[in-house]
């Protein structure tokens, strides 16, 4: 039976996901980067929705969801959304419509290959991106996607518990966009030019939206309007708080003031960290989380870049891959039935297996998207070339790649 609150629920939460991507990632991302490539980094938030949109509804979706073929994918049956009605499908959600599950689950596929923009941001040709992401999508979002939350997929047989995406979506982004970062060199003059960002003002602004959006990500993902989804929403809500705190504590500390970016970035890592754990966590336990993710992902984004000088533009493996794996791993020590009985207990509850459990899905998924991510770009390298050339990067991609700019100044 289809439940009117429920998928009135589902709805608002598919249209707050979709708002995470664009403006929310778009302005976060833009706002970072240098001006003469704010535009190109807002094309690629906004032409992702628009690819994925598509790749979704034609095979991602029968890939992801689908009958089960070798606990691996899914077959093609529901391509182009064939046998995938308004009728609920009792296998994911029971009391809303197959096609809103279908249209809720899109989003997170559209956001997931967005997040990794962050990494090769202010360098990358504009055709290639539109390949890898395509194929980044078809053969590791989807696939992973299958693993984790597909009926028959091994990671969810074998117990790995993911409440909203932290496998599914931080993790592969976030180790593919270290991968890019490595295979695709630095930005010319990384290192020895300043490279502040732009307009910390738009940043703010997509960092807001993405907290916003993300009640949808976490509290939606419950797939009904219940006591579930609204564990989930104070958890996320407690958990970006906690972490927007400490890391402009840990600034305060160690460089003297605390900054707006730091606040944002913290707060974008403890979302990104309480995901998979959201909907199986107590407050307190979200906080505990967030204060992890400031920590860890401060020093992953101020020591350890800067130690082994990769040039992860805007931060993505420092955020977005180390918060997935801590909240993945979190989630095998705070997670308690008695708040999600359709979950298990973590190790701090009685259950030291399932910290087990949690570290074969990140350590599987890690593998996978790391060698996955750089077959494809080497084989965009040989074909197409992944990087703009010096004399484009230096005017900036948003005359070259798009011809045109996001500053027009008038005498």
């Known amino acids: 039976m289809i439940n009117s609150g429920d998928t009135a629920w589902v709805l608002i939460s598919t249209a707050l996901v979709m ?3 664009i403006p929310g990632l778009a302005f976060f991302y833009g706002g970072l980067v240098r001006r003469k490539n704010v535009l190109s980094t807002i094309m690629q938030s906004f032409f992702v929705l628009c690819l994925i949109s598509i790749q979704w509804i034609l095979w991602g979706y029968s890939l992801s969801f689908g009958p089960d073929i070798g606990h691996f994918i899914g077959n093609l049956s529901w391509a182009g959304l064939r046998n995938v009605g308004l009728a609920p499908n009792p296998d994911y959600a029971a009391t809303i419509p197959h096609q809103l599950f279908m249209v809720y689950q899109m989003m997170f596929a559209v956001i997931t290959p967005g997040l990794i923009t ?50 599914v979506v931080h993790i592969t982004s976030g180790v593919s966009a270290l991968v890019c970062a490595l295979v695709i060199g630095k930005r010319r003059g990384y290192g020895r030019e300043p490279m502040s960002p732009h307009n910390l003002t738009l940043t703010v602004l997509g960092a807001g939206l993405l907290w916003f959006g993300w009640f949808g990500f976490n509290a939606g993902s419950a797939l009904s309007a219940n006591g579930v989804a609204v564990s989930a929403f104070i958890a996320t809500n407690t958990a970006a708080a906690a972490a927007a705190l400490t890391w402009m504590f ?93 979950g298990a207990n973590g190790l701090f509850f009685g259950n030291p297996s399932q910290l087990m459990v949690q570290s074969i899905g990140i350590a599987a998924t890690v593998i996978y998207s790391v060698s996955v991510t750089f077959v494809i770009l080497k ?21 070259t790649q798009h011809e045109e700019s996001a500053y027009t100044l008038l005498d």
Not at 144 to 159: A, D, E
Request: net charge negative.
């Open 250 to 342: 840990i600034e305060w500390k160690l460089v003297s003031k605390p900054t707006m970016l730091g606040g944002a970035t913290g707060a974008v890592a403890g979302l990104a960290t309480i995901t998979p754990a959201s909907g199986f966590v107590s407050p307190f336990a979200a906080i505990i989380i967030g204060i992890m993710a400031a920590v860890i992902c401060y020093i992953a984004v101020a020591v350890i870049k800067l130690k082994f000088t990769y040039d992860d533009s805007l931060d993505a493996f420092g955020v977005h891959g180390v918060g997935g794996t801590i909240g993945a791993f979190a989630t095998g020590l705070f997670a308690q039935k008695l708040i999600n009985p359709a």
């Open 19 to 21: 708002l995470m991507t």
């Open 118 to 167: 962050g990494a090769f941001a202010e360098r990358i040709k504009f055709s290639t991106y539109i390949v890898f992401t395509l194929l980044w999508a078809t053969l590791i979002y989807d696939p992973v996607c299958h693993w984790v939350w597909g009926t028959g997929g091994w990671l969810k047989n074998l117990g790995v518990m993911d409440f909203a995406g932290g496998i």
């Open 379 to 399: 084989v965009l390298d040989l074909v197409m070339g992944l990087r703009v050339s010096d004399e484009e990067e230096v005017i900036g991609l948003d005359i």
